[in-house]
Each structure stands twice: as structure tokens, then as C-alpha cells.
């Protein structure tokens, strides 16, 4: 059973670099069956897709997010990475990784991570 | 891309059947079978319960079935369940390697 754990500062200064890892255990990070993916949801709202990426050969964003994410993998680690700059109190969230197998559903989800965005 | 539009919330009795829609555009769900639909309790990660509009992932109960027509989705809970209390969200391909989700109907078992 593939499992994710994200990690990462709970806690980010406006205007700075939210950078998060998702750790991924259990299967075989490097068969190349899925795409990999970051998706956030507002305390009490609902979710919002970040961006996906197919092992870093293929990255998909969010239009409305694109000019400020960057997601990466290292299958080394079995680790996915995102890195969202110049943060507002706006982008404070549970930030979850998932995996998809199509871009169209997620089926396997991380804990989730809050991230609050606050000086 | 706008969210889609689901119900804040819907209600049902055990035993009882509760459908919960969801409506997008000619350009997410009346253009893609790529209708998905997720559960979420109180503090959980999001559970994926169909997909391509009308498939259930393998352990998800038979009690929950999706359908389309145009451009609305909908989610049939049959015989609910005091477990099913939960935030249900859909979701669509929206094309451009985008997908976009509801803003979530919190489902009461009466």
C-alpha cells in the first residue's frame, strides 16, 4: 500500500518561500505508474489543484498559481517537492500530495500538512 | 477556471438515499467523462469513492453511485450509513492538464 507524508515548516513569513516534501513509502516510487501531485485546501473551504508533475519530465500548474509554484522529484529519496514563493496570508492551508494515474482523479493521499502563512 | 457548484450541504435519513449534485460547464463536465467525487471526514485526507463518473475504486461500498447528464454530476448514497456523515467534493478534468474541484456538500445522517 503506497504511503505519503508530507513535511515541512508549519510556519512562513509573507513574502517568503513555502517549501514542503512529500515522502512517499511502500511502493515503488520509480515504476513510473503515476503522475505526482500537490493540491491545498483553506482552513473550512474547499480544495484547490496546485500542479502535478510525471517524474519531473512533465509539470502541469495550476494557471492561477503557475508564476509562483515549482514542483520537482527526487527518486533517490522517493521525494516529491514544491516550493511556492512570495506567500500571502491567502496561501495558508492543508497542503496534501497525492498520486493520479491520469491527471483526472487522485486516489492516494498524504496527512495533509497545515501551513500558516503569518508573521 | 470557476470551481463547480455543489449544495452546501444535504441530508438523510439511515436506510434512506441522498443524491448530491454538482454543476460545471460544456467545458469541464459536459465535455469530459473525468468526473470524480471524494469524501472527506473531520480532519482526514480526502478518500477518492468514484471516478470517470460512474467507477468506484476498489473498497468503496456499492452504496455509492455517480451519474452525469449534461453539465451536472451527480452522487447516489443508497442505503446510508451513520459513516457516510462526511464533506463530499467533486471534481473534473477541465482540459489543459487542469482539474477543478466543488466547494463541498456536507452530508448530515439524520
Known amino acids: 500500500q503506497l504511503q505519503l507524508q508530507e513535511s515541512g515548516p508549519g510556519l512562513v513569513k509573507p513574502s517568503e518561500t513555502l517549501s514542503l516534501t512529500c515522502t512517499v513509502s511502500?511502493?515503488?516510487?520509480?515504476?513510473?505508474?503515476?503522475?505526482w501531485g500537490w493540491l491545498r485546501q483553506p482552513p473550512g473551504k474547499g480544495l484547490e489543484w496546485i500542479a502535478t508533475?510525471?517524474?519531473?519530465?512533465?509539470?502541469y500548474y495550476n494557471p492561477s498559481l503557475k508564476s509562483r509554484v515549482t514542483i520537482s522529484v527526487d527518486t533517490s529519496k522517493n521525494q516529491l517537492s514544491l516550493r511556492l514563493t512570495s506567500v500571502t496570508a491567502a496561501d495558508t492551508a492543508i497542503y496534501y500530495c497525492a498520486t493520479t494515474p491520469d491527471l483526472a482523479r487522485y486516489d492516494y493521499w498524504g496527512q495533509g500538512i497545515l501551513v500558516t502563512v503569518s508573521s | 477556471q470557476s470551481a463547480l457548484a455543489q449544495p452546501p450541504s444535504a441530508s438523510g435519513s439511515p436506510g434512506h438515499s441522498v443524491t448530491i449534485s454538482c454543476t460545471g460547464t460544456s467545458s469541464d463536465i459536459g465535455y469530459y467523462n473525468s468526473v470524480s467525487w471524494y469524501q472527506q471526514h473531520p480532519g482526514k485526507a480526502p478518500k477518492l469513492m468514484i471516478y470517470e463518473v460512474t467507477k468506484r475504486p476498489s473498497g468503496v461500498p456499492g452504496r455509492f453511485s455517480g451519474s452525469k447528464s449534461g453539465n451536472t454530476a451527480s452522487l447516489t448514497v443508497s442505503g446510508l450509513q451513520a459513516e457516510d456523515e462526511a464533506v463530499y467534493y467533486c471534481s473534473s478534468y477541465a482540459g489543459n492538464n487542469n482539474v477543478i474541484f466543488g466547494g463541498g456538500t456536507k452530508l448530515t445522517v439524520l
Open positions: 511502500g511502493g515503488s516510487f520509480s515504476s513510473g505508474s503515476f503522475y
Open positions: 508533475t510525471y517524474y519531473s519530465e512533465s509539470l
